[in-house]
């Protein structure tokens, strides 16, 4: 039997401080100040994401970044995961 137990996990580690995709790991920045620049590029960025390299894909990235310091972001991300999570749940129940 293979070892399929490794589950894949998006999101920020919290011991280690990294952006977890999948399989890769980026390292947020020490200081506050510095991830909150990054995360509202991102978005910024994501918002232009009709222009050749910058995508859309960079909206969620930043509001990411920013839930790591934001309170507001980061409860609007963990409702969005509770809400994820269950309907995961409802789905795979037969209903």
Do not use: C
Request: net charge positive; aromatic share 8%; no cysteine.
């Amino acid at each position: 039997m293979t070892d399929s137990s490794e589950k894949r996990y998006f999101g920020i580690d919290p011991q280690t401080h990294q952006i977890v995709l999948g399989k890769w790991r980026v390292p947020l920045p020490d200081s506050p100040v510095l991830r909150i620049l990054v995360g509202s590029l991102l978005i910024v960025g994501g918002l232009l994401g009709f222009l050749p390299v910058l995508g859309f894909w960079m909206v969620p990235l930043g509001l990411l970044i920013l839930s790591h310091d934001i309170p507001a972001v980061r409860r609007a991300r963990r409702k969005l995961a509770v809400w994820w999570a269950r309907r995961g749940t409802e789905n795979s129940s037969g209903k």
